[in-house]
């Protein structure tokens, strides 16, 4: 187990927030527009490799489907649905203050990686 094994995933109905709890005993907690945003689908975020926000769509999560064993499939109110969530990008895309940018232990120069 490491920080990119979930031991909970919550998201409940009705909500703006959607945390994971990881093994390593971090928290991660996102906004459903952040994580719309950061879809990381092809037609999302195209080919270059680099991470962005992308504003619009619907951010009203609909359903959650596990991917595997390595991450999650994320459904949104308006049909958009073809993004795969790894763990591993959903504990980079994290905006704690432990994972902040400035923070000792930040993840954030994984995301050009």
Do not use: K
Not at 14 to 43: K, M, Q
Not at 48 to 76: C, D, H, K, M, Q
Not at 94 to 100: E, I, Q, T
């Amino acid at each position: 187990m490491n920080a990119t094994t979930p031991t909970a995933v919550r998201a409940p109905r009705g909500t703006d927030v959607f945390e994971i709890d990881w093994a390593d005993g971090h928290r991660s907690r996102y906004t459903n527009e952040l994580l719309r945003g950061y879809c990381p689908c092809a037609g999302c975020q195209g080919h270059s490799g680099t991470i962005r926000f992308v504003p619009g769509g619907n951010a009203v999560l609909e359903g959650i489907e596990e991917v595997g064993n390595y991450g999650l499939g994320l459904t949104w109110a308006d049909g958009h649905s073809t993004g795969i969530y790894t763990y591993a990008y959903l504990r980079r895309i994290c905006s704690c203050p432990d994972c902040a940018p400035d923070s000792p232990h930040a993840r954030r120069d994984e995301l050009a990686r």
